[in-house]
């Protein structure tokens, strides 16, 4: 039976006990509002791997304004990576897109630089409306979009997303936003006001003349979250450019994506060419109750600069990250029980650095770009190769060295490796006894 990690008696017990068993389905616990890669030589001026880029490329090619030029080279990006140089030229023309790309390549910056190319700011009218599946994810594109409009004063940009107050995320509209970045859920409420209160909307959108949603497929998959997307949408112009992104499109979500479009450009990569080439990728068979032993021993054994470790469910998250504070290993854990403000404190402190271990649930499985995460640890198994490919892509950003190590411990977990393997072209081979860092750090 399993066993409340809290109430073993010592750390040696502990660590042959198994977690909680799965009882909760928090697998789309992304929000849904109240409702719900290897450079050998590190390129010195650049801390990200500098082969994730094209060198022969320059942003200067895509003719952007001196201001962006600006924030650009502040950023220290000194040349686009792939899916910038082939995305970029057409989305600043207005062009729709929908743009597959590999995990941490800079996909963000492709519609945030695209968005501030055209951004007109004069009037107090929402240019550019986008929409994300979490509150952290709103909150990590809000941070690019301050990023790169820093030289551009007069461009207004908006957060919203739900857990917090309706009047904090109405707060944030008033005074006119041309750039708003949200979670469905929150949109959708902010465009229909609270008639009970007699309160109008606090958005508008009849002006808008972007529409963009990130990790598209995982948008629209969902049934409930499709919905609110489509109501949205409906509250748009009909001439507006449609840009759709995320490192996994299916065929069934290409077609749905193509509704929303129009003659969209469309950048999709072969499922084989996804594979992360500085991540180094392994498993390990066991059984559930040896879990928790070969994890610590991992974090004992291994070096890492940030670790995340995935679990299935949020209580499964919340046990494992006892269980290692009791076996004395600083971590935290995230997922999307827990109340927003703490959700966003712990995101943007592990962002920060000051923790060095997170356990999560899938709620950080995507699109969270932690630069200095080197190791990820699937405790549990993902349930889908596409879930697979995200999570792992949380090591080895932009082309900086990555470890993923696997547990494997049921059939279907094995099934789901055969088919990353056979899907993504990767060999994923068994843990050996000894890593060197220098391979993944
Ligand atoms: P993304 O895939 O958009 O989450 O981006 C992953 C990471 O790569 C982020 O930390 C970006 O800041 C970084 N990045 C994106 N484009 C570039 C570039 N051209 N040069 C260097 N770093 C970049």
Redesign the pocket.
Known sequence: MATDPEQAASFEEQQTQELADYDEEDQYDQDQDETQQNNEAQNES?P?GSY??LSSSSFKDFMLKKELMRAIGD???????EV?HSAIPKAILGQDMIVQ?K???????VFVLATLAQVQAENKVVDTLVLCHTREMASQIFG?FERFSKYMPDVKVAVVFGGVPYKVSAEQLRDGAHIVIGTPGRVKHLLEGQPRLNQAPALVLSGLKRFIIDECDNMLDQIDMRKQVQDIFKQTPHTKQVMMFSATISDSSKAVCRKFTKNAQEIFVDDKQLTLHGLQQHFVKLTEREKNRKLTDLLDALDFNQVVIFVNTKRRAQSLNQLLQTCAFPSVSVDGGMPQPKRLELFKAFKEYKHRILVSTNLFGR?V?I?RVNIVINYDMPQSSDEYLHRVGRAG??GTKGLAITFQATPEGAEVMKQVQERFKVKVTPLPNEIQSSDYM
Do not use: I, L, Y
């Not at 995990?103 to 963000?108: I, Y």
């Open positions: 650049n990200k994730a880029t950023a220290g990006f000194e040349h686009p990576s910038q790309a995990s941490g390549m800079g996909k963000t910056a690019e699109g770009d630069e950003r932009f």
